[in-house]
């Protein structure tokens, strides 16, 4: 019996495990059997009857199935792994035969087969994957056979290979499977609702990358435009919605489809694709707003169009799509309208029909011209600017077809708006765009003498147009236009570049560079441009070694920098004949010139630059960073002998601090000595350098020692000295300078990079440091208790300096040295100490006799509090205050206060104030987690608005009682009152709401006495400002009307208030309305100010029975009160 009759005997129920091992044999490559060489080698009965088994034995094995477990995918079979099995062979060998089919074959029961494999697809459960993959190849194979019924199975196919190139990581394949059936789609109906999921499905395409940038996918996209005419909408209505998150590659994806769907239309297809797409970018490049996230993607995808003009076909359309919508957009009343029509019609320029006869084509091209020209003289800055970018893109591509005179107007117009006084941005877009026209050749000589007019643009006030002029003239050398120095002289480049900010600076310096740093020439050409330069415009020279090295390499940086060095070297050796300095013959030369004193120092503030410049280069080469540290070393002793003028002093110093000490061996001896020998009153240009040469050299210890010296030795000596066990190791003796020592911290704490390498020296010599300036609080004890001048004691200021430096290294301390805190704890004690010891000296005098040196004393006091309590608003600023802490300062606020010179003190405890709230401040999106929990910041912000409280109260008893000093203290605390309101807003709840309840009755009891005073009905004047109101009324007033926000919470305080009626007597109300009138002359708040008037407006209508009658001032205010409101609620 052959193999062949074998199998076929084994395509039944009865033999079905035969069959599965026929199967097996077939999938095991080292086995010779192959299903389809068997079914290939069978007659077409022999198949014929094959196909009719096939059939049986399928639907005798789905019939063992319960019909509960076909439903819910066969896992409920007693085998299902059997059956499936089974049905995974019969796929097999129904495949292979329509690989085989033959012309004539009766398929009948393959069909069937088919059918069935078709309604088991359905419902397979994903643990059958490979089958599923079977039959859809089956599907797939029945569809390019083009057999009965493939619509059916090409559907699916098609459906199944597109949800999967969705879900796949690498979905390659798929898609080249979905192009490969894209014709199934020609035979499903577009309007059938069946076929709705393969709609939704279709338009996924266009928002799914791997498809867009698919080559394959592209194809397939492309062919979407061309299936029904109205599903081109929706394709473009997709591509819209989504247009906003495409990057700009993947837009220029979207393009390419879209032109290509255009190119290969026709018909109605072709009409839609216009209409609907094409048009209709048009349209939005026209009327979208230039701030829209899609804005520039539109543009792009109708740019693509504009580039492909070289195609007749393409002309035509754009000419017929831009008729009925850029004309009229050209004169719309928008005028970001017409800016954005103005800049696709000079990118589509020249629009007009390639059929046209050549004499129509001149009058549509010269309409358009005259149009260009109208652009240029339109109302808007913006239009002058677009048009002018587009006037220029038009003249640089069709220059050669122009007449001349068309051009020179073109251009005249141009050097006009390059002087346009109305707006920066025209004259910008003037110098912006004339690069473009620099592009061609032909532009050269025309623009050559018009340019030169222009050349005060380089001073014009806007640095956008200073920038935009150079870079023309940078455009203009590149392509050698013109020589720059013609159009603008160098001087005048080199003012510009001394006085210029960044941007224009580094185009001044790109434009310069050849010219000043010839890179190809030897290097003495090199330092004789720098000398001539230097020599020109010093600040210039500075300038441009700055930014020298983003224009080459750092070698030639330092070569420059060596060929000064020669160059200084043979100054010395002409004054002092000193031979040894050079290292050869080479670098001594009877050329170099014999420089000033002024050239050398600038000279050396060049290298110093330059130096800066190339650091990073130089710590990543330590080959070369040696080299230099030796040829600069070798000579410093030599520079500061011969260069002693102090023009040179200062660079040499600052060279000096980038090399290690003992590079510098003579000059490094003596810094810390001529540190100690500094006058008290010093300028900070005398010991700055000094003190980062130090810092440079890692010897801020031996500075911190000085300084602790000093502050030490100045106290007053009481018995023994604490530190007589102390090495010393400067024998010399130098009176002790607490002010120096104090100047010297100041400048090292102030400035970045030495606070870094101070606190770099470790905790032990801070913390000596921290502990002698805390001595010193003995010192301002002593000027406590005596007023008397004593010559052996400290000043005054020199110990309240002493004494902020001693907090402020203590918060320098806690962040960088303790993980608990100590230093913290240290502050307390202060705190404490300023509680006990410093406030009773601010309570009132006694006595007649003692009152100027209590008064003296009283304003130290005053001053020793305000000065702790501005380093403890620095500590809680920067985070470094705990909740004990707040709380220990928020106590002094309060004694401070309640003391009798408490007032002064008035804005340092505001800044205070600001800063614990600010600290304590909680995000609306936390709030709800803290509603459950107990709020750590409730007492501290309770305690704020009792200390705001008491700050008002003070204001006010200060204008009762001296109201000059008031005023005086009021306007002081202005500034700190804006912050904490503005701070205290935010809040919006308790118990923070309580400062706006404080503000609100003050400023009524204050209006509301006044009102009380009047004694004739002629006083009664409604107040329209500030300076109408009361004293302090009128400095709270200013302080909430500074903002709307703090306006806002303000009124919506009186309103609440209003409504609780707690308010209710005539003078309260009037007293409001006056406020309110106030707060409308500002024009802030409408809607809360109409609202707190209409709380008013229920009250004071209950007043109107009883002032009916009343013929003195409470019916004048009544009526007055009415008119108010009227006038308030616009009645």
Known sequence: MSKRETFLRTVCKKNRENFLLFIQL???????????EVVQEMPRDQRQTLWGKLALLLQDVLQELPEESREEGMEAAADPKHVMAVVDGVTLVASASLNVLQEGDSYSALLETAHRLHAVLESLPVSEAPLQIHILTLCETWWKKSLKEKEKFGRTAFLAALQKSFTLKKPGVEIQRV???HDVLLSLDFTSEDNKQATDLLLQCFQFPNFIKNDDGKRFLVFLFSWDVGFIPMIHGTVKNGLEFYSKTRTAHITEIYFRAWKKASGDFLEQIESSCVQDLMRCAILLSR??????????????????????RVEK???HLYKPVLWRALSAPNFEVRANAALLFAEAFPLHDPEQNCSNMDKTIQKQLDTAMELLNDTHPTVRSSATLGVCKVLAKFWELFPPTIITDFLKKMMELATDSSSADVRCSVFKSLPIVLENPLSHPILEKLLPTLKYSLHDSSEKVRAAFVDVLIKGKEVRALKFWDVCQTDHLLTRLAIDTHPVSKRIVDLLFKSFFPVSEPEREWCCRCITLIQMNPAAARKFYHYAAQHTASSNILNLMLAIRRVLNSCIQKNSELSEINDSNKENSAADPLLDTVTVARLLEVVVIMWKTVEKALKRNEDARKYMFSKFGNVMSKYFQAFEDEQCTAPLVQLASFMPPAAVPTFSCGVLSRLRRMDSGAAPAQYSQLLHCMCSWGLCADVLELTTD????ALPKHGDKGNANRKVRIQETVEAKPDLALTYLEYLFNHTSTREKVLSVGEGPLKQLHTVLGNWQSVLNSHLSSASEDPERPEVETSLRVFMYHGRLSAHLQH??????DYLLSTERVASWVAEEVLPFMAKPSNQEDSEDSETTQRLAAKITESFLTVCRDVILVGLADKAFKDQILHLCLLTLVSGAGYLCVPAVLHILKEVVTDAFVPEENERDLENQEDPTSFNLGVVAKIFQVIIELLARRLRKEPEE??????AAVPGLADFLQVAQTWGREPLCGVFSTLFAVIIVEKTHLLQKMSHPEE???PESVEDMPPLSSVLLSVILKSPCVTRAFLTEVSSTLDSEDISSLNNLASILHVLAVIKHTGQCKVSLKSAAASVQQQLHKHAFTCKDSKDIPRVLYESSVKTLNEILDL
């Open 179 to 181: 192009w490969s059936l």
């Open 966 to 971: 008031g005023k005086q203290l009021c306007q």
């Open 317 to 319: 359309m754009l000419y």
């Open 26 to 36: 077939h999938k095991d490559k080292a086995e010779p059997f192959d299903v389809e």
């Open 710 to 713: 000093w502050l030490s030795d």
């Open 816 to 821: 960088n040295f303790s993980e608990g805190r």
């Open 1020 to 1022: 009664m004047i409604t």
């Open 291 to 312: 701030s829209s996230p899609v804005f520039d993607k539109v543009r792009q995808i109708v740019n693509y169009f504009h580039k492909k003009k070289s195609c007749p």
